[in-house]
Each structure stands twice: as C-alpha cells, then as structure tokens.
C-alpha cells in the first residue's frame, strides 16, 4: 500500500509593499500590524538599525536595509535617537532581506520583533532588498504603503490607490510634526564603555539648539564639551532665542522639504545671522542655513542614506567616511559669493558643507556624531566650539 503524503504547503505572505507604479512585493510581516503610506529609501549601514529606525530625519519614509541580517543584537533602551519616543518620531517601515532571529549581544534587552511593534513600525522580512534597491537607484525612491496582516488577506488595489494618492516629501514640512513641543535643557554627555552615558560636570559656553527633529547624540555631543544646551522648539523665534543670551546657534537635523519647514524657519535663521554668534547646521539645518544665505535646495534622485559615505573636507584636505541621511540636497552652483563649499560627497560631487566667508558660520550635510568613521567627524564639534571659544577670549581646542 503506498504511504500517504501531505499536500504541499504554500505559504501565504502576510506583509506586502504596493510601489505607487503598481509593483507588489510580497513578504513576512512583523512589528506593527496595520498600513503606513511613506517614501521608500534604502540604507547601506551594516548596523546601527535601532538608531536609524528612530531618526526623527526618517520620519514618513520606509527604509530598506541592504544589509541582509537586522536584528540580530536585538534592541535596547540606549540606542534610540528621537527626543521623546512616546511621540514615535522615526521611520513608520522597514523591510529586511532576512527573518529576524533571536538577539545575540550583551546590551540586548528585547527582541526586534518586539520593539518594532511597540513604536508602531510596519515591517517585513523575507525581500530581495537587492532587488529593491537596484528599482530604487534606477527609478528614485517611490511612494508605497507597507502593510501587515497576519491572515495575508489584502486589499492591493486599494493600497495601490493610496500609495498614488499620497503627495511625496516635496512641499512637506515634516519638521513640525517631530519638534519638541516645548523648551527643555540637555544634560547628559556621550556613551562610554560598560558605563554608560555621563552628565556635564561643567558650563563654559551656552548653545540654543533649535530640534527640527534633534538627534539625541548631537545635544550628547555638544554636552560633552561642556555646552549648556537648551533645546527649542522648530518655530521659535529669533527675539525668543536670542533672549536667553546664547553662544552659539545649532540648527538641527530634521525631516521633509527643506523649502517647506523655511517658509518659517528661513526669517528666523535670517535674523540670528544679524548677530555675531556662532552658527552651526546639520543635515536640514544645513539645508536651510543655504537656503537662508540664498541658495537652493532640490529633491534627491536616490538621496544619501548610509554609514559608509566618502566626504572630503576642504577646509583640511582630509577624506572622511560619514553617516548620511537626506533626500534633499543644497545645489551648490546656487550658492551666492561669500557662501564656500566646504565639504563634497565623493560619491556624486553633491554638496555636503558650507560656511560663510569671515564668519562664525558653517554647517555640512552628514550627520557628524553617527560615528560612521567612528569618529571622522566629531571634529566639526570641536570646530564650533572654538568658535564661541574664540568670542570669549579662551584659547581653541585641538579638532582631531
């Protein structure tokens, strides 16, 4: 008598991301069920995951890991970056080439699985993410929906319809969504070895950060060299800021089009460059600081996202490996005379810095306290540190 045999099992995808074009892709589903309508992008970081997925900077994007392995050392309390993560401001998808095992590493302190569903990321394993960046690089970063149901019964035409309907990041302003909602003062200092993150001991110079959606290891960064760090929020005015009588002015990273979060941002930069204190941007801040100056933003073919990105400095000759993170660059042929290109991407030649001819002012486009390199950048800290040294009689500090 012949031995009976079990039908053969189909697996049926239980998450699915529907491109704008009408591409399907199918997959396994974790994290957050449920739908989100976003930007797709993909990032070449070989780790970093938590960070990434909590920069305020990927807000209404899904981001494509080109690395096949994430969430292998799990997740924990320390590696977030968004200021307040019950506000969840970050990243609302991702997909994974590989199924997420269970974490291997000492600070491990929860399963991906698990904090993906807790800040209400819609994710999915199981992509050829190659593919998927190789569609990226060819057409740009489409809009889609990333959806996730464990019964893998969807409705594709209806999601089609949405991922068409969305407007995109350009003329977004994101900012607004991720800002703090009120003035608050940074304390805490960088991470060290098996101790942890520290707090200033000291305050030798006062620095306004305006959050555009603020990283946390920025304000760490700026602590660590003894800033006094008050952080406000994206619409603050001018008269507000300069009533605390800083010494400085950062201008934060943030999400969205530039263009956008200008339309209030722009007068207030414009005024505090009226004044003489020292000014440093990153990533939008940078953005808006050109676009203050008279420059040009423009939206990005496959934008820089990324932990391996070559930036030669031009200031010092030097070439640095950076963590990237935008979609929108600065249009370097539209920068007025007085405004020097400081920094270049040698990938494609875009525009990664700027300063300003006989001023305490600068900022760059890569995200300098990612510690990409790990530390290629974090001179530039140093750099705008000197620069409000330099106003107070006090002698500079060595910037590598």
Known sequence: MASETAPWATEVPTAVLVLADGTVITGRGLGATGSAVAEVCFNTALTGYQEVLTDPSYASQIVTFTFPHIGNIGTNDEDIEDL????RSGAVGAVFKA?????????????????LKRRGIVAMSGVDTRALTALIREKGMPNAVIAYAPDGKFDIENLRAQARAWSGLVGLDLAKDVTSG????????????????????EETMHVVAIDYGVKRNILRLLAGLGAKVTVVPAKTSA????AMKPDGIFLSNGPGDPAATGEYSVPVIKDLLKTELPVFGICLGHQM???????????????????????????????EIVSMNHGFAVDAGSLPEGVEETHVSLFDGTNCGIALTGR????????????????DSHYLFRRFANLIRARQG???LAER
């Open 289 to 319: 600081l050109a676009l203050a100056l008279g420059g040009k933003t423009a939206k990005m073919h496959q934008g820089h996202h990324g932990a391996n990105h070559p930036v030669k400095d031009h200031t010092t000759g030097k070439v």
């Open 239 to 242: 008269e507000d800021i300069l």
């Open 182 to 201: 009120q003035s608050s003062n940074w304390t805490e200092t960088p991470w060290v070895w098996n101790e942890g993150y520290g707090e200033r001991a």
């Open 84 to 87: 307040n993560p019950a506000t």
């Open 360 to 375: 305490p002012v600068f900022s760059v486009q890569h995200h300098p306290e990612a510690s990409p390199g790990p530390q």
């Open 394 to 396: 006090e002698p500079a």
């Open 99 to 115: 199924d997420v095992t269970n974490p291997s590493s000492y600070r491990a302190a929860g399963h991906l699985d698990q904090w």
